[in-house]
């Protein structure tokens, strides 16, 4: 059965830290690339960062490139989000995501129609 669970999310100050988890049961992560998405009150869902299963590469949005990092442990199958230097415009519910690579040849990392399985997400609030 393919799952995906988040965690980590929670309430912090602006200019603090959060690492986010998401561990994957069903798959492993070098058949996927796996997506954060986030989603705030009123706003569509955007893409955050991507890596790719084939080969590790990463994909950050610019409102998080320099701040944010994804990374994954294959042995622990679960992808992290260490998002540093948070701002209130952080403030989303935060989903993970996977694509299964053997069914596309090339992808966009932000575009959530492509992702085959979800979480159910974990909020992040960034408010002083």
């Known amino acids: 059965q393919v799952q995906l669970v988040e965690s980590g999310g929670g309430l912090v100050q602006p200019g603090e830290s959060l690492t986010l988890s998401c561990t994957a049961s069903?798959?492993?992560?070098?058949?996927?690339?796996l997506g954060w998405f986030r989603q705030a009150p009123g706003k569509e869902r955007e893409g955050v960062s991507c890596?790719?299963?084939?080969?590790?590469?990463?994909f950050y949005a610019d409102s998080v490139k320099g701040r944010f990092t994804i990374s994954r442990d294959n042995a622990k199958n679960t992808v992290y989000l260490q998002m540093n230097s948070l701002e209130p415009e952080d403030t989303a519910v935060y989903f993970c995501a996977a694509l299964v690579l053997a069914r596309v040849g090339v992808y966009d990392p932000f575009y959530p129609n492509q992702f085959d399985y979800w979480g159910q997400g974990t909020q992040v609030t960034v408010s002083s």
């Open positions: 890596i790719s299963g084939r080969d590790g590469t990463t």
């Open positions: 069903g798959f492993t992560l070098d058949t996927v690339a």
